[in-house]
C-alpha cells in the first residue's frame, strides 16, 4: 500500500511564509502534486514534480526529494484567501496510474 | 470547456434507495477518477478508468458500489442499497495528462 503524512493544520501570519511538509512510502513512485481545496470546493491543481528540485508558480513554489521521499510546498506572501486545505498526492504507476491523496493540512492566515 | 461537470450537487436519500451519481470529464480527457471525501477518511480514491476502460477498482468499498464509463463522455457511480455510513462527498475528476486532475464540483450525498 502506500501512505502520505503531513500535518492537520498550519496557522500563519498574512504576508509571511508557510511550508507544507509531504512524507510519502509508496511502490512505483512517478511524482507528487499539490492541490488547494476551499471549504465547500472542489480539489484544485497547484504544482507538480516529477524530478527532484524545486518548481515556482508564482507565490507558490514545491520542492521534492526523491532519495528521502520527501516533499513540501512553500507559500510566500500569505494572503487571507490562501485560507484553505492542501493536499498531497503522489501519482503512480503500477502498470497503469492513479493518484492517492494525503490526508490534507489545514492553513489559516490570520492577520 | 465548462470543465467536469457532476450531477446532481446535492442528493438526500432514505436508506435502501439506490443511488447514481454522473459525471461528464472534460472533452479529450483518458482518465477519470472517483473520490469520496468524509472528514474522517479524507479524500479516497475509489475507482479510476483510462479510456473507458476500469483500471483499478480496489478502493470500491463494498459490492454495493459499482462505476461504469460506457463512452468517454460519460460516467456513473451507483450505490445499491445505499446506507447512512455511505453519507459523503463524491468528486469526479478527469486528466488528459496523468499528471493534473481537474475535480467537479461534487456531489453531496446525504443517506438517512
Known amino acids: 500500500g502506500q501512505s502520505l503524512e503531513q500535518p492537520s493544520e498550519v496557522t500563519a501570519v498574512e504576508g509571511a511564509i508557510v511550508q507544507i511538509n509531504c512524507t510519502y512510502q509508496t511502490s512505483g513512485f512517478y511524482g507528487l502534486s499539490w492541490y488547494q481545496q476551499h471549504d465547500g470546493g472542489a480539489p484544485t491543481f497547484l504544482s507538480y514534480?516529477?524530478?527532484?528540485g524545486l518548481e515556482e508558480t508564482g507565490r507558490f513554489s514545491s520542492f521534492l526529494s526523491r532519495s528521502d521521499s520527501y516533499g513540501y510546498l512553500l507559500l510566500q506572501e500569505l494572503q487571507m484567501k490562501d485560507s484553505a486545505s492542501y493536499f498531497c498526492a503522489v501519482l503512480l504507476q503500477t502498470g497503469a496510474n492513479n493518484l492517492f491523496f494525503g490526508t490534507g493540512t489545514r492553513l489559516t492566515v490570520i492577520p | 470547456d465548462a470543465g467536469v461537470i457532476q450531477s446532481p450537487r446535492h442528493e438526500v436519500t432514505e436508506m435502501g434507495q439506490e443511488v447514481t451519481l454522473r459525471c461528464k470529464p472534460i472533452s479529450g480527457h483518458d482518465y477519470l477518477f472517483w473520490y469520496r471525501q468524509t472528514m474522517m477518511r479524507g479524500l479516497e480514491l475509489l475507482i479510476y478508468?483510462?479510456?473507458?476502460?476500469?483500471?483499478?477498482d480496489s478502493g470500491m468499498p463494498e459490492d454495493r458500489f459499482s462505476a461504469k464509463m460506457p463512452n468517454a463522455s460519460f460516467s456513473t457511480l451507483k450505490i445499491q442499497p445505499s446506507e447512512p455510513r455511505d453519507s459523503a462527498v463524491y468528486f469526479c475528476a478527469s486528466s488528459g495528462d496523468r499528471v493534473t486532475a481537474f475535480f467537479g464540483q461534487g456531489t453531496r450525498l446525504t443517506v438517512v
Open positions: 478508468f483510462n479510456n473507458n476502460v476500469p483500471i483499478d
Open positions: 514534480n516529477g524530478l527532484d
